[in-house]
């Protein structure tokens, strides 16, 4: 893909996936950012201030896989779940709290288990809360910074869900001490959940309740001078939601995507993808390298290979809208798991076609799990139907995965791992592209990367 699109169309297009990790329904960053970007206008803001806003509001929840593998082990459930009902209770308080504990540990497990793992989460429920919001913001802060975006929108991530009273996290911050957009983050995106589930009445009612405690009394005032322009609403709630919200970057501050930025994205978002499961640190960026390294021996040229570079690193995108529970299992799944497994190439194609600048990897990255027999998933697509990238994708994915460590099965040696590519070769994978990996892998050395502390830690136990 040749010239330079809207950096605001690739990442409002990439927040859907944030959306989903998040438990949330899909468009839930793009509502929160109409809401806030139109606080902002209320307020004031200058040009500078509202495009650090803007993006601020896109990729809130950057961080937000990075904690999902610790929810799902500590509830016993779908982190999903968990993180989406979070968003409609109110936290600080103790009996509010109690009872959100109780509705979602262990939901499929006795009266005994349930009990034992409410203890537990309940006992230490103020110290996990600081930690699992320090994790998704510390980690979304870094995210940002390494898109190249203004420190106010690192910053505003980072504090997101500091409270006006000071019982927030991750550093209690009260008042005026808390960021300004930080403060706009919070509480635009309350109002979206609450705004979702019952209303623009809701909304209100949610902002007019905690005031003085959650919410800046200035947004909450600027917030009731927008209640009451219907055509707004309907707006946020129309099908031309990402439209809306690309032409509310300030003109004078448009950010550009050339090619080198997008490379970044696609890094930066692997990162994201990755932290979704503790198993998979880096997995995105090693097949992303053995892909390049096969089409290189292959000889392909260089766009194709720049095609598997990003289609590597966002191949996996879609397992965002997989539940820990699936993804961490330490065993074989279940029928119903496998059919959830094999939902997340459709998801990933979903998501990259929204931007068109990924519309040359979307059907690529999604091809990772087809087979040249035509058993593969999500599509069932035949040898007639892959083009040698894909095929080459398929080769890096198998190879990546089957060298790197799982919860669910014993370490498997180069030979081991050789052999069952090779039983595959000609019905499941493509032989000339096996070859490519065999001389890529010789050449070159290449290790699959190192799991982190955690994993290992948890492989241990």
Not at 70 to 94: E, H, I, P, Q
Request: charged content about 30%; glycine content about 10%.
């Amino acid at each position: 893909m040749a010239g330079v699109v809207r950096m605001s169309e690739v990442l409002s297009a990439l927040s859907y996936a944030l959306d989903i990790v998040e438990g949330q329904p899909e468009g839930h960053a793009l509502r929160s950012c109409m809401i806030g970007m139109r606080l902002g206008e209320e307020i004031g803001l200058d040009p500078a201030q509202r495009s650090a806003l803007f993006y601020a509001l896109l990729l809130k929840d950057l961080g937000c896989s990075s904690n999902a593998a610790k929810v799902s082990y500590l509830f016993g459930a779908d982190d999903r779940v968990v993180k989406n009902d979070l968003k409609t209770t109110d936290w600080t308080s103790v009996l509010q709290g109690a009872r959100y504990v109780l509705r979602n540990v262990t939901p499929e497990g006795s009266a005994r288990e349930r009990l034992g793992r409410f203890v537990r989460v309940a006992g230490g429920s103020k110290r996990t809360s600081r930690e699992l919001i320090q994790i998704r913001c510390d980690r979304g802060s870094a995210i940002a910074v390494q898109l190249g975006l203004p420190d106010e929108t690192a910053s505003a991530i980072r504090h997101l869900d500091e409270l006006w009273d000071g019982r927030g996290h991750p550093e209690g911050l009260r008042g005026e001490k808390i960021p300004l957009l930080a403060r706009i983050l919070c509480i635009a995106q309350t109002l979206e959940v609450f705004w979702a589930r019952d209303g623009v009445e809701g909304a209100a009612a949610i902002a007019r309740k905690p005031r003085g405690s959650w919410f800046d009394p200035q947004l909450v005032g600027a917030f009731e001078s927008v209640r009451q322009d219907g055509a707004f609403w309907t707006r946020v709630g129309g099908d031309r939601i990402r439209r809306e919200v690309v032409a509310l970057e300030p003109d004078e501050m448009v950010m550009d995507a050339d090619g080198r930025t997008l490379d970044r994205i696609c890094e930066s978002f692997s990162q994201v993808i990755d932290a979704k499961s503790p198993w998979t640190a880096r997995h995105s960026q090693g097949v992303s390298d053995v892909a390049v390294g096969i089409a290189g021996v292959m000889g392909l040229r260089e766009g194709d290979r720049r095609r598997l570079r990003r289609a590597g690193l966002l191949h996996d995108i879609g397992k965002l809208g997989v539940s820990n529970t699936i993804l961490d299992k330490p065993g074989r799944l279940t029928g119903e798991e496998l059919v959830a497994m094999r939902l997340h190439p459709a998801y990933t194609l979903r998501i990259l076609e929204r931007a068109s600048c990924f519309h040359d990897i979307a059907d690529l990255a999604a091809s990772h799990h087809e087979r040249l027999d035509g058993k593969g998933y999500f599509r069932g697509l035949t040898g007639d139907q892959m083009d040698t990238p894909a095929r080459i994708l398929v080769v890096a994915d198998i190879y990546e995965a089957l060298a790197a460590k799982r919860p669910y099965r014993e370490d498997l040696t180069p030979e081991d791992v050789m052999k069952i590519l090779d039983d595959q070769a000609g019905e499941g994978v493509c032989p000339r592209a096996l070859e490519g990996l065999k001389a890529f892998l010789a050449a070159s050395g290449f290790v699959p990367y190192e799991l982190p502390d955690a994993a290992r830690i948890a492989r241990a136990a």
